[in-house]
């Protein structure tokens, strides 16, 4: 019986120490939504490509699935990461690429035209990236 409580208080502990990561992360993630306007509504583990048998590992390969509040509505788009292998010597990249609703809004004039494109940068980009779409007014 003792060893029996000993795991239900183990277990416990477990799973509130669990609870306050959770809280922690969403009430990260809330900040993140208020500061910069992007909401992040999913990640998954990109599809990956292979090339000549070097693709990258899966869990390197990343999409986040985005909405953002801007000026004329808002802005819906994945944004994946890509890692290509260590031997390849190159750096990793986003590719923000819009759902076909932006697309929509984009040929409709409620959003400027460069929101409708697929946009490739380095990962060490990814500020000056924001920071340029802010300056635009996003």
Not at 66 to 88: D, F, H
Not at 90 to 114: F, M, S
Request: hydrophobic fraction near 35%; charged fraction near 25%.
């Amino acid at each position: 019986m003792v060893a029996g409580s000993v795991l239900f208080c183990s277990a416990a502990a477990s799973i509130s120490e669990l609870q306050s990561q959770i809280t922690e992360l969403e009430r990260m993630r809330s900040l993140y939504e208020d500061l910069t306007g992007v909401k992040v509504n999913g990640v998954f583990e990109a599809e990956e490509e292979e090339e000549d048998g070097e693709g990258g590992n899966a869990d390197d390969n990343l999409e986040f699935e985005c909405e953002q509040r801007v000026k004329n509505g808002t802005l819906r788009y994945v944004m994946q990461l890509q890692k290509p292998p260590a031997a390849s010597g190159q750096p990793p990249q986003y590719i923000y690429a819009p759902t076909d609703e932006t697309r929509a809004d984009v040929a409709n004039g409620l959003l400027p035209g460069y929101f409708g494109k697929n946009v490739q940068f380095a990962k060490s980009n990814g500020g000056r990236w924001f920071r340029l779409g802010v300056q635009k007014g996003w």
